[in-house]
């Protein structure tokens, strides 16, 4: 008996095989096909195709996404035959209308329940902010208004200092001593109250 090792998923036929190949290779039955008796084993298997259970030369029409599962952005449009040269996960390809041309862009196509679309999907919501992330953002707060304060203290250390500037000291000592508590906030990280910067 001789037999055709197809690709599972493109229906592609990879080689031909006669029971003694079948055994040694100790081959799943379900990815084989039977050939008829006057095949011609030793033919390439190069361009030959199972369809709806026969051997053929065409080329099956249907066309396939490659996509990415994640993002859902489109990489790619492969026929069939395509397919057969890549290692791709059935869970990672989408059918296209028979009518879609294959030479089309790409850009701007995603996946939306299980359909091609145009539209892009909504983006997801920001994940909420790291302990780090708000930290980083408080330590430069921190260094301005450390810079802003370091002058108005000078003019009150040598006795220059005009009214307004010394309460605007007060108010910059105040940011800072707030700044520095955020930690103790009760919706630290995700939800910071973070102190108004004086004017």
Known sequence: MKYANFH???RAVARFLDDAALEAGGLDPDALHRLPDDFDLDQSPIGWFVVQGALTREVPHAKFALFDLEGKAVMQWQDRLAFLYLDA?????????????INQSTDGWYVIDGALS????PAPPPLPPTDAQVLAQRDALLAEATLRIAPLQDAVDLDEATV???ALLRKWKKYRVDLSRIEQ??????????PAMPA
């Open 89 to 101: 996960d059935p869970a990672a390809l989408l059918a296209l209308p028979g009518d879609f041309d």
């Open 164 to 166: 307004e500037e010394a």
């Open 185 to 194: 906030q009760a919706g630290f990280p995700a939800a910071v109250q973070w």
């Open 8 to 10: 599972p998923l493109t």
């Open 118 to 121: 145009r539209v892009a999907p």
